[in-house]
Structure formats: structure tokens, C-alpha cells
């Protein structure tokens, strides 16, 4: 049997969420430039109703694995945050990291990349940068990562980390060591999230390597 799925209608004869293709296929059908799509829940398709359609196109349409009951628990991200990620160069071993907004995935800051780094300090690194970001545009939004490392070490204000400091990695540690000064002499007033990508897919800063 087929799974249920619902519709959401951004453009056509009546924009709205629509529980079968039948009723959806009736405001699109011979509509120029309708724009509809399809979602695995009514809650993800209600969610999309309020957002700008440009956000579901161009992607593939992300399938969770978990159950209406988990994604209902879960929730939906907050759009007005912002979201940061870190990748690591398989080829060249160095690490970057950004911040975007997560509704529109526009780039607000970024750095690196940088030799001799690991992920998980990349992580940390750039929810500093975020924190720093906020405060200095006034921003009480809060900041998605999918790191937990990352976001425990912020919290504790130091890092669990064996990485050794080599010539590569000086401006790294430079890095660090200012972050921990930031977050002992700063309060910072953001929340800081965990992006729950089983439930909403990818982090919206993600770097696409995986």
C-alpha cells in the first residue's frame, strides 16, 4: 500500500494544504506557473505553506525515517535562526565552516579553510562565531548546529579535545583560545540548538560532501 501523502499548494486556483492528488491535481492541473509539492506529513506540509516555495525546489525532497508521532514531538526548526556547519577536506585534510540563514540559506559569515584542524573544532569555532555575530547586530535569534560536541563545549566553555598544535594549525589554536576568552568575558543571550537532522534533513549550512 501505497504511503499517505499530502500536498501543498503555493500557487493555483486555491492555495492551500490538500490531503489527496485528486484535490491538489484540481488547482494545478492547466494552471500556469502553479507550484505545488508533496510531503510525507500533514505537519511538514502545513509547515511549508508558511514558507517561501523557492525553499522546496531545487532539492530533493527530504524523507524522514521517523514517525508522525516522533516528528510531531520534535517540532519544527525556528526559519528566523541562524544555522552553522563545518566540513573537512577528504583531499586537502583542512576544515571550514559557515553560517547561513536558515530560511534562505543566505551566507552571513565564513572562514577557512584552515590546515591541520578537525571537525569537531570547526564546530565549535563557528558557534562562537555566530554568538559573536548576534551580538554585534543586535541579534536575539537562535543558532542551529548539528554537532552535540560542539555545542556541549561551548556550553562548558572549554574543549575536549586532543588535537596537538603543529605550524599548520598555529592560527587554529589562535582561534581557540580567543573563542574561550569570548565566552568567559561575554554573556551571550542566544539559544543555542541542536538541528535534528533525522527529523529536517540536512542543516541548512551544510557544505553538501557527504
Not at 571550514?96 to 552571513?108: A, D, I, M
Request: with cysteine; charged share 30%.
Amino acid at each position: 500500500m501505497a504511503k499517505k501523502k499530502y500536498y501543498t499548494v503555493w500557487i493555483g486556483r486555491e492555495k492551500g494544504v490538500y490531503h489527496t492528488w485528486a484535490e491538489c491535481e484540481a488547482q494545478t492541473k492547466g494552471f500556469t506557473g502553479a507550484k505545488q509539492k508533496a510531503f510525507n506529513t500533514l505537519q511538514e506540509a502545513e509547515e511549508a505553506f508558511k514558507n517561501d516555495y523557492n525553499l522546496y525546489f531545487g532539492t530533493k525532497e527530504f524523507k524522514s525515517e521517523l514517525s508522525e508521532e516522533q516528528l510531531e514531538l520534535i517540532g519544527q526548526p525556528d526559519l528566523n535562526s541562524i544555522s552553522v556547519d563545518a566540513a573537512w577536506d577528504t583531499i586537502t585534510k583542512e576544515v571550514e565552516y559557515k553560517g547561513v540563514n536558515t530560511k534562505t540559506k543566505e551566507v552571513l559569515f565564513s572562514e577557512g579553510p584552515f590546515k591541520g584542524g578537525t571537525i569537531n573544532v570547526a564546530e565549535f569555532l563557528v558557534i562562537v562565531h555566530a554568538l559573536e555575530y548576534c551580538k554585534k547586530n543586535n541579534l536575539t535569534i537562535p543558532i542551529y548546529s548539528d554537532s552535540y560536541n560542539a555545542i556541549k563545549w561551548v556550553k562548558e566553555k572549554k574543549l575536549n579535545t586532543t588535537l596537538p598544535l603543529t605550524d599548520d594549525n598555529k592560527k587554529l589554536f589562535r582561534m581557540i583560545e580567543r573563542s574561550i576568552q569570548l565566552l568567559n568575558e561575554n554573556i551571550y543571550i542566544n539559544q543555542i540548538l541542536k538541528w535534528e537532522t533525522k527529523a529536517w534533513g540536512e542543516n541548512p549550512a551544510d557544505f553538501g560532501r557527504k
